[in-house]
């Protein structure tokens, strides 16, 4: 494996095992939204945007359309469908891990109190773009760990479901 390939895998499973190790700091906590979870979700999502940058840099030099046609070309090799729309759901997913971050910091209390439809939409979003990048379109042992992280995950979300739901 070369820099390139190790930088831009590594990135995103420390992004993904940051992001899962938060939320097992929030189960802890309860609704209580302490420092050390915030910082792991915060790390989680820099190392996520690292991930985008490295893909970006290493495979499609810098790039939208190379990377909209790399995008397109795994999705036929998946799916049969020649469609490189999930880009656009990669940047949508990019934004909305940032503005978790940047909400949890800028007004803790608000970010607490948010109707719990939000939470779930969040989680939800979390949850697909996890499984599909860590589970659906990876082989080997990574399969495996991307769906431990995924199985962890959603038992953190199930044991905070009274408080939250």
């Not at 190790?6 to 940051?18: C, E, F, P, R």
């Not at 190392?47 to 995008?71: M, N, R």
């Not at 379109?137 to 939250?164: D, E, P, Q, Y």
Request: some cysteine; overall charge positive; glycine content about 10%.
């Amino acid at each position: 494996m070369d820099t390139g390939e190790w930088l831009t895998k590594g990135t995103v499973w420390l992004a993904l095992s940051l992001y899962v190790a938060s939320e097992m700091g929030a189960t802890r906590r309860g609704r209580e939204l302490s420092h050390a979870t915030r910082w792991l979700n915060t790390a989680g999502c820099i190392a996520f945007l690292a991930h985008v940058a490295a893909a970006f840099h290493f495979y499609h030099h810098w790039s939208h359309a190379a990377a909209y046609a790399d995008t397109a070309r795994q999705t036929a090799e998946f799916s049969g469908w020649n469609w490189g729309g999930g880009l656009y759901i990669n940047y949508a997913f990019a934004l909305v891990w940032l503005g978790e971050v940047v909400w949890s910091w800028a007004n803790p209390n608000g970010y607490l109190q948010r109707p719990n439809w939000v939470n779930w939409f969040v989680r939800g979003f979390f949850l697909f773009m996890m499984f599909n990048g860590a589970v659906v379109f990876v082989h080997n042992a990574a399969r495996w760990f991307g769906l431990i992280l995924c199985l962890t995950l959603t038992s953190c979300w199930w044991r905070r479901r009274k408080g939250m739901s």
